[in-house]
């Protein structure tokens, strides 16, 4: 079972954090600091499995290019997943790769800036992808089609809000 998942950049910076097992703020803070020190200081040709303290991490480092305003961007996030000693870490990168293309679909090649921007939608997909630690979805065409109807329900409940608050704005959807 994965005890956590966690993205961060290149210079060490939060980007996303899931805990399925209960810890204190400050054991969370220290399990921060201890493993993006880690893996940022490991080489790119290292293994991407540790054992640390009790458990087993794996990571994965996601490179993307991004275009802005005639300035070509190279970043990178590193997702970062804690499983029980016992877990498969083939499978833990698997899970890993998984929750890639599931944002790289949804966001059309996720980059840093969709995670910051878009911050619920990256929860949401792993939360539609995972559950309790474990995969609870594992067809990319039915979590991104679970995600899709969410995202117009979450649009028509705005409509309507918006309907509701102002009646002249009904006149003009007609």
Not at 147 to 171: A, Y
Request: net charge negative; charged share 25%; aromatic share 14%.
């Amino acid at each position: 079972m994965m005890q956590f998942l966690i993205l961060f950049s290149r210079q060490g910076k939060l980007r996303l954090q899931k805990w399925y097992i209960s810890y204190s703020e400050k054991e969370k803070r220290k399990i921060l600091r201890d493993l993006t020190t880690i893996v940022l200081s490991r080489k790119p040709k290292m293994c991407s499995f540790i054992e640390w303290k009790d458990l087993k991490v794996v990571y994965r480092r996601h490179v993307h290019f991004c275009f802005i305003i005639d300035v070509f961007s190279y970043a990178s996030l590193y997702f970062c997943a804690a499983v029980e000693p016992q877990d498969n870490e083939l499978l833990t990168l698997e899970i890993i790769h998984r929750y890639v293309e599931l944002l790289d679909k949804y966001f059309g090649s996720v980059c840093e800036l969709d995670i910051i921007f878009h911050f619920e939608k990256a929860y949401y997909v792993l939360d539609e992808f995972m559950l309790g630690g474990e995969v609870q979805e594992t067809g990319k065409e039915s979590a991104l089609n679970d995600i899709d109807m969410q995202d117009l329900i979450q649009e028509m409940s705005f409509l309507h809000g918006i309907i509701d608050f102002n009646p002249l704005i009904f006149v003009f959807l007609r």
